[in-house]
C-alpha cells in the first residue's frame, strides 16, 4: 500500500520526485460547479516558490501549474482534477557526494531499509516539491470552501525563539510570513546569525479556520482535531501538533479549560476558545486553531558525522541551495494541507442526515 | 461516511455507546496463525477499568471481552475478530438535567449540530467506554508485534505540573502508571486537592516503541508519526501531539536536531534520538518516543454557566461518578493505539519490496 | 487487508462463522434520522432463515437479530450500527470426516492455501450463515431507500430449466419465491427429483429496483453496475452477472440494443430497457434491472472423488442438513446486497454538486 | 467521493478527457525493485490504440507513454508512478449537434442528471480514451506478475453470433484479436456487413490467468471473483462477467459442476475446471477463466430518436470517427484490468499468514 492518496471523500494522489520530469497531483471528488482556473491555484503555489528571498532556496523554478482535466468551460465537472507542474531546474549536478553517504536528519537511510533502493537526486520523493502537489490540491480545497464561506489562514507563529505577541494580517508583508512587523525583523536577523554559521533554525506555524459550521469531523477516529493532525505530521519536517491550549491544557484545571456556551446573537457561542474549535472530533462553531512544530532544515553547511550507504564511518559537509528555514514556504502547505481535511469533512456531513438526502431531488 | 473504521490493512471498527447494550469492535486483516485468547486481551482491559483507584469513576463494570469469531482452536484464522464487551453497570438514573443542557467541554453541542439528535445517556458514543474497542484490538495487535520482538510500552509522564524525572518501570507499581514513584507521590497529592475542589486535571503520556525495524511507514502521507498523531488525537480528551524534540525542536538548530549516524555493533546506529525514532515519515531503528497531551476532564462539580439545548443560558453542575483525571487509564489507550498504527506498518511493508512477494511461495 | 468490510461512504463490517457463537455486522455511515427498530431487520432475516420448506436445510435457527448500537429512542444516531445473531443449533457432531476432506466444489483447499489453517465447522467463514450480517445491514439500507421512495426488489427468475414467463409478485407466494405460479410448481417437482437422487440444482435470481433517480453511480470504476456486480460475485455461489439484456447485448446490433430517448410526463424517459437502467455506469431513470446466476449447492450425497488435506486420494459423501437450492434463500441476500449499493451511491451523490453542500446549512 | 480510484493495496488513479489535454493515471503501491521502462508500457498501448484497422476509429494517435515518477535507473522506487498520454488529434470539429443533444446508449444523459454540467467533447471522462490510464497501469500489474510466474491472456471469443471453436494463440495474428483464423474471417465478414449499415456489433472477451498461486483472494467481500466483476463492468459498454460456467451452471446438477480434486504430480489438482480456477472467492490453483460481455458501440449513423437537453424530442445521427464494434481494442483493456485484480491480490496476501511477516528481516 503506497501511502500517497489524502483524504476520504475528497482523495488527492501526488506523486512525484525532486528531479524527475514532473511533480504533480489527481485530485478526486471536488464536486461539480465550481468555478476554477489555473491561476486560482497558482496563487498559492507562488506562495512556496523558491527564490522569494534570501531565506529560501535560490533553486529556481517557476512552477507554473496545468490543469490537465476535469475543468470544462471554466467550472469543475465532478471527475478528477489532474494538475502538473514541470521540473525545469535539474541541475545535472555531481552527487556521488550524496550518492554513497546518508545524510543525518533526512530520510536517506530510512528509504533504504524500507525500499532497498532510493532516488537520491535532491531527496528524491522526500524532497520539498513533493508539497507542489498539495498545495495545488489544497489550493482547490481552499476555493470550494470559500464559495461555501468558510477561510483558511496560516501563518509564522515564531522562528526559532521569536514568538509573535500579536496576529495583524496587515503586518505580514515580510519574507518570514510573520503578522507581527517586530518580530519579524527581530527573527530575520536570527536568521541571519544562523545561516552566517551554515547553521539552520526550526520554528511553529499556526492556523486559523474561520466561519466553520458547528458539526465538521467525525466523533471517532475521524475526528476533525485527529485529520488535523495527521495532515500536519505528513508535512516533512513537523514534529508535533497542537490545537487550542495543545499541551498547556494538560497543565490546567478543568475549570479553567472547559469553555463556557452562551447565548449569542447568532445562535449558541463559546465566551472562551480554550478547546481550539473542537469538541468532541467536531467544529464548535468557534474558530479553529492550530499550531505545527517544525524542525531545522536537516541540511545544513557544517560538517556532520555520519555513515556511508555501507555502513561505515564517514563525515558530510552539505552544499547547495536549500532553505536555511524552512517555515516560511511551509505556512502555504499547512494551509492548504487544512483545507483539504476541512473540505473532506464538509463532503462527509453532506450524507449525515437523512434530511440532506433530499436535497438531492 | 462514518469515521468509525480505523487502519489500512489492520482495519478496526469500533461501536457502540455508554448506556447501550455493549461496546465492541471488528478487526480485519490479522494475519493467520497468531496464538490468541481472551486472556491475552483481558489484560489490557483490566488497566483501562474503572473502579481501580480513587482517582478513577467508580462505575462498577468488570468489562470482560468474549472473542465472538475469528479464533479457532487457539489460532487465529485471517478472517475478522468480533469482540464484545458488556455494559452492565448503566444505573437507570435521572439524565433530564444533562439531557436538555449542553455541559461544557463535552460534545453534546457538536452531537446535535452534526446530527440533529444525540444519545445524552453517559456521553453516548462519546463516552470513554468507546475505547474499550480500541483496546481489545490494539491489545490484539500488540500480541502480534511481540511475536515480531516489538515492543510498545506507554506511561503517564506528567499529571499537572508534576513531570517525571526518569522512566523506571520497576517504579510503576502506582495508580498513575507514572514510572516514577517520587513524582507519582507528588502528583497524588495534587490530584487529591483538585478533587476536593470539584475540579479535574490534565497531564501528558509518553509511549516508548522498541525493536521497530528501520523502514515502518509512509514516505509521503502515511507517515508513520502522521498515523500516530492521527491515532492519538483521535483519543478523546488529547490536544496535542509531539514525536521526539516535538516542540522543542522548534526552538533547536539543525546543528543540535540532527542526529549523527555511526557504525553500531549491528548496523547503522545513531548517537542521538532527537528525531524520536522517525525519519521522512519512516522508523530509523530507534526507539520510538512520542508524547499525548490531555486536557482536563471537562465533568467537574463545581457549577458552569452554560446553555440549554434550546440556546437559553442556564447553569450546570455535574455531579456523578467521573474520573479527576483521565490519564492513567488512557495509558493503555494510547499503547494500544500505537501498536494499531505500527501493526498496521509492518503488514503494509510486506508487500512493499518484490523481493517479500516471493516468501509466499 | 481482511476484505470482510464492504462500501465506501456506506461501510459494513461483517463477521463470524457457522460454528462461532455468533455472527454479525457493523454497519457504519447509515445517516442520522432513520426510524428503524428490529423487526425492520428481523422481516428480512426471517426470509433466509433456514427451515422455511423441504428445500432448504432443516438446521434450527431463529435468527434473531439484536441491535447493540446505533440507534437511540428508535431513530439512527449516525454511529455505527452493531447487529448481532447469536448461532444457536451448533450440533456438537462429529466433523472428523470433513476436517481432514476436501470437499469438491468448496472453498476448504482454498481457505487451507491461503491462511495455513481453515475452520471446518460447517464450511467456517465461507458457510451461508455468513449471510446474516449481510442481509441484516442491507436491511437497513432498504429502510434508507424506502424513505427517500427507492425500492429493490429480488425474485427466483429460474432454477435449473425451469424459467419464469412472467413477473408477478402476487404469485409469489411459494417456497421458491418464483412470481410465477406455473413455473413454480414445475420448478418443485424438478427439484424433488434432484433431491431424491442426492444431487443439487442451480437458478439464476433477478432483481428490480424502482425510482431510482437518474446519476446514481460514478462514471469511472465505481460505476453503479460495477459496483452491483461486485456485490452479486461477493456471495457464495454466483458465477455470473449481467445487467439488462446482458451477454445477449453481445448478439445485438447498436442500433437494437440503443434505448430510444422521448420526451415523458415526468421528464425524459426512454421507450425501451434494453440498458436496464444504467447508462455509462450511471442509473438513467429507468428501472435497473439484474440477474445474478447462481451454480448448484457444492453439498451433494453422491459420494465424491476428492483428496485428503494431506493430498491424498479418498472419496466423500457429504450427509447433513443442506440446501439441494440455495436460489430461494439467496433472493434475499440479493436484494439487500443491492439495497447497499444503491444507499451507498445516494450517500456518495450528496457531495457530487456544489448546490447539495449548500443544504446542509 | 469520486470513484477514479481503483484497487486496495496497489491503487490507481486514472484522469483526463477525451479532448483535454491528456490522460493518464498514477499508481500507488508497486514494489520496489520491480525493472521498469516506458516500452514495456508502450507495448500495452499500442494494442489499444486507434486506427490499427478498419474495424477501428480512424482518430489518429500515437498514444505514446511518459513515465514522469516512481522509476529511478530502469527501476520502480516503491513511489508513486505518474503515466501520462498527450490527446493530440483533438480535431477542433463542430460539436453543436452534440452539445445539444443526447445520444442514446451514451452517457450523455445521466452526466447531466449527476453533475448538472457534461463535457460533450467526444464523450468527456466516458470516451474510451479513458482506458488509456487503466492500460498504462495494469501493464505494469502485469510485468509484476510475470516477475512472479503469472500470466494473464485475453482475446475475443465472439463477435455477434460468431464464436470461436478452439484457443490457438498462434492463429491470433488478426486484428479482432480472435485465436482461432477460421471464425475470425467470418466475423471480419459480418462486421462489414453491419458497417454498411451503418451499424455496431458487441461480442464477448475471454480471459485465462496463468499459474496463480492457491489462494488469492478474500473470502468474503473481496472475492478474486466479485474483484474481477467489479473490473469487468467497470470498462464501458460491458454489460456482463462470468467465470468459469457462468451461467450455463444455474442449470447443471450439483454432481456435473462439481470438480473433484485428485493428486497431482505438482500436489493437489482439479480434475475439471467448471470453477474457472475460484473456489470460495479464492484462487483453486487451476486456470482462472472468465468472460466479459460488451454491448454493441452505441455510436451508429443510422439516424435515432431522442431528445435535447432541454427534453424536446428530436433526432440524431452520428457522423465521425466511430468503431464499429468495441471488442477488439477491448482485449487489452481486460487483461489489464484483470492483470491489476490480480497484482493487488499478491500484495494482499503478503501480510496473510504470519509466517510471511518475517521475510522482511
Not at 88 to 104: A, E, F, G, H, T
Amino acid at each position: 500500500m503506497g501511502g500517497s492518496i489524502f483524504g476520504r471523500n475528497l482523495k488527492v494522489s501526488t506523486w512525484g520526485e525532486s528531479h524527475g520530469k514532473a511533480v504533480g497531483a489527481v485530485v478526486d471528488g471536488i464536486p461539480a460547479g465550481l468555478k476554477l482556473c489555473e491561476a486560482d491555484i497558482q496563487a498559492y503555489l507562488d506562495r512556496r516558490k523558491p527564490g522569494q528571498s534570501r531565506f529560501t532556496t535560490a533553486r529556481s523554478e517557476s512552477d507554473t501549474v496545468q490543469i490537465l482535466s476535469g475543468v470544462f468551460e471554466g467550472v469543475t465537472t465532478g471527475t478528477p482534477i489532474s494538475l502538473m507542474v514541470a521540473n525545469k531546474d535539474q541541475r545535472s549536478r555531481d552527487y556521488s557526494n550524496i550518492k554513497d553517504v546518508l545524510r543525518p536528519g533526512h530520510a536517506d537511510r530510512t528509504f533504504l531499509a524500507k525500499y532497498g533502493i532510493r532516488d537520491y537526486r535532491g531527496g528524491g520523493r522526500s524532497s520539498g516539491r513533493e508539497t507542489i502537489g498539495r498545495v495545488a490540491a489544497g489550493a482547490i480545497a481552499a476555493k470550494m470552501l470559500n464559495e461555501l464561506g468558510i477561510t483558511v489562514s496560516a501563518y509564522t507563529r515564531s522562528i526559532g525563539p521569536h514568538e509573535i505577541t500579536h496576529v495583524d494580517f496587515d503586518e505580514m508583508n515580510n519574507k518570514l510570513y510573520m503578522p507581527d512587523e517586530k518580530t519579524a525583523a527581530e527573527a530575520a536577523i536570527y536568521l541571519e546569525e544562523a545561516m552566517k554559521e551554515g547553521d539552520s533554525v526550526g520554528g511553529v506555524v499556526e492556523c486559523i479556520i474561520k466561519n466553520a459550521p458547528a458539526g465538521l469531523g467525525d466523533p471517532v477516529f475521524d475526528k476533525l482535531d485527529a485529520s488535523l493532525a495527521y495532515a500536519m505530521l505528513s508535512i516533512g519536517a513537523v514534529k508535533g501538533f497542537e490545537i487550542g491550549e495543545g499541551f498547556k491544557a494538560a497543565l490546567m484545571k478543568g475549570s479553567e479549560n472547559n469553555d463556557a456556551f452562551c447565548k449569542g446573537e447568532e445562535g449558541i457561542q463559546k465566551r472562551t476558545n480554550h478547546s481550539g474549535g473542537v469538541l468532541g472530533g467536531m467544529s464548535d462553531g468557534s474558530d479553529i486553531v492550530f499550531r505545527a512544530a517544525f524542525k531545522p532544515t536537516p541540511s545544513i553547511s557544517i560538517q556532520q558525522d555520519t555513515v556511508t550507504t555501507g555502513g561505515e564511518d564517514t563525515q558530510i559537509v552539505i552544499a547547495g541551495r536549500h532553505d536555511p528555514v524552512i517555515v516560511p514556504r511551509a505556512v502555504v502547505v499547512v494551509e492548504t494541507m487544512a483545507a483539504l481535511v476541512v473540505a473532506d469533512a464538509v463532503l462527509s456531513n453532506a450524507s449525515c442526515q437523512m434530511e440532506y438526502l433530499k436535497c438531492m431531488n
